[in-house]
């Protein structure tokens, strides 16, 4: 059972990694209306991991509560993804701002790190000099608002995942 648990931690971190490498890959590429537009699904949610199928178990019943686990992974996924989307069909993007000064906003924001003295400070400076048609006060609301949708994006994520991990876990 161990050895299972192992697996599938091991691959959820796999497909964890994949999954964000392909997301950037699609945002710098700018495709995300044309996926959008379609009615597929980027990724195959229905799909059980070889490595569970091929798997030699000597108890049937794991095996059938293991499958079962990832089918009712696969609905909720499906019903999450749903939702996400039409959040998404409900938000501005870039916050009424166009994307070009949106990746430079991230891009100056991002030269700073939290190691550096005052670091704050010196990024508020390189901001209103590259902006200088924006006042402070939108500067600061769009570093927050950034700031906090990064944090929430990576909390629901990693939640996600911790609540899948739980799940099968608990099933055992």
């Not at 995300?32 to 030699?56: A, F, N």
């Not at 749903?82 to 501005?92: P, R, V």
Request: charged share 25%.
């Amino acid at each position: 059972i161990n050895f299972v648990k192992d697996q599938q931690t091991d691959i959820i971190g796999k497909l964890n990694a994949e999954y964000q490498d392909t997301e950037q890959q699609i945002m710098d590429l700018g495709i995300e209306k044309y996926i959008s537009s379609t009615s597929d699904t980027v990724v195959s949610s229905e799909i059980i991991p070889e490595e569970v199928l091929d798997s030699e178990c000597p108890y049937p019943d794991l095996m059938d509560s293991l499958i079962q686990a990832f089918q009712s992974l696969s609905q909720r996924y499906q019903g999450r993804l749903q939702s996400l989307k039409e959040q998404l069909e409900k938000t501005d993007k870039f916050c009424g701002w166009c994307p070009d000064d949106h990746q430079q906003f991230q891009f100056t924001v991002s030269m700073y790190t939290h190691d550096i003295p005052n670091y704050r400070a010196l990024c508020m400076d390189m901001l209103l000099r590259q902006f200088p048609d924006r006042t402070r006060l939108e500067l600061v609301s769009f570093f927050f608002y950034l700031k906090n949708t990064a944090e929430a994006d990576r909390d629901a994520t990693s939640s996600f995942f911790l609540y899948c991990l739980n799940l099968i876990i608990c099933t055992y």
